[in-house]
């Protein structure tokens, strides 16, 4: 009893902003953000929100693959930027690909950027329920509208961007299997627009991140939920073709594989070019490796995300 991945695809904020110009108006320099994360750029939607780069990248993958949308089921999406509370930033992508009248199922979760993982876990659940054929998994975030872009620890980091997973319930295919886990985080350690109870306590309507702290985090529950998902799927790290890191930090990545003796070119990243995109990292990093030839169909792979809860997992899957 498995799941198969039919398509996959995504999309990129428009205007690319380099480390070199955000140099101009903030105290940092290319060479601090390189060595520190690995970013040399991201890319910033000025037009489009959340939910219209969901779009785009759901698009992408149905083009690619050319997969009819109207034969999608349900529609989840990872995000902590949607458009609004509600509706959902699922129930938007759904009425602008037109899938208005297919009576789908669709829905936001946020964890973060572990929320693709989480995404992937509940849709290989409902598909192995059997109610749903084909369901599409979207990562997508506009960071931008809210970071602090006076705050350099932070809006160096991220970019905007969305990327779209088709996945279909295939009794031949082997499983997706997932490891999900939140630690509960009171202490603010990342945390983003809140919503005062009374109005005189006003929120901050930015991001704020102990980077530190969720570096910390990151580097110790990487290494032992990838061991965690690769015992529950019976097979060894080692003998997985491929690794997709969230693409937080180079420093990150490097740092889980050589702690766990895998071979570092085993690593997918895209960070340099695209930034941190949060939940949308994973299916972008999928997305942009298939169509550059660095990953292929059939091949197994693990993809890890953490951050924001504090929330981690992973899931292994054919690609
Ligand atoms: O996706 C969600 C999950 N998020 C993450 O996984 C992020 C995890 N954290 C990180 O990736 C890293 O902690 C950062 C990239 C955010 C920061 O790197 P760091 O090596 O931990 O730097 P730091 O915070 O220890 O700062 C070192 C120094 C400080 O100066 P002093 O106190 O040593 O004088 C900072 O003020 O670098 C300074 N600094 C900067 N300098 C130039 C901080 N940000 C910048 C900057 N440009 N942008």
């Known amino acids: 009893m498995g799941i198969k991945v039919s398509a996959v695809g995504h999309a990129l904020g428009e205007r690319v902003l380099t480390n070199h110009e955000l140099a101009q108006y903030i105290d940092t320099s290319h060479e601090w953000i390189l060595e520190r994360t690995g970013i040399t750029q991201r890319t910033i939607s000025d037009h489009l929100n959340t939910s219209d780069l969901g779009t785009q990248a759901l698009k992408n993958a149905c083009e690619r693959y050319e997969i009819d949308p109207l034969s999608i089921e349900a529609i989840i999406v990872a995000t902590m930027t949607p458009d609004h509370f509600t509706p959902s930033t699922a129930s938007l992508i759904q009425a602008k690909m037109g899938l208005n009248p297919s009576k789908i199922m669709a829905f936001d979760v946020n964890v973060a ?16 329920s059997k109610r749903f054929k084909r369901i599409a998994i979207i990562g997508a975030e506009v960071f931008s509208k809210i970071l602090d872009w006076n705050d350099r620890t932070t809006c160096i980091l991220f970019g905007d961007g969305a990327g779209a997973m088709i996945i279909d319930y295939d009794a031949t295919a082997s499983a997706c299997v997932c490891v999900n886990h939140s630690e509960g985080d009171l202490e603010g350690t990342l945390r983003a627009c809140g919503v005062p109870l009374l109005q005189e306590e006003a929120h901050p309507l930015t991001l704020s991140m102990q980077g530190k702290e969720v570096y910390r985090f990151a580097v110790d529950v990487i290494p ?16 997985l073709d491929h690794i997709v890191l969230h693409q937080a930090n180079q420093r990150i990545m490097d740092y889980a594989m050589k702690r766990l003796q895998l071979d570092p070119s085993k690593s997918i990243s895209n960070i340099a070019k695209v930034g941190n995109t949060s939940a949308a990292s994973i299916p972008i990093a999928v997305s942009m490796a298939l169509h550059e030839g660095s990953l292929h169909h059939g091949e197994r792979i693990m993809v890890v995300g953490f951050g924001g809860g504090l929330s981690y997992g992973a899931a292994t899957f054919t690609l």
């Open 224 to 239: 032992s939920v990838m061991q965690e998902c690769a015992t529950k799927a019976n097979l060894t790290l080692k003998s």
């Open 113 to 128: 950027c572990s929320g693709f993982v989480v995404g992937l876990d509940l849709g290989s659940a409902l598909l192995e």
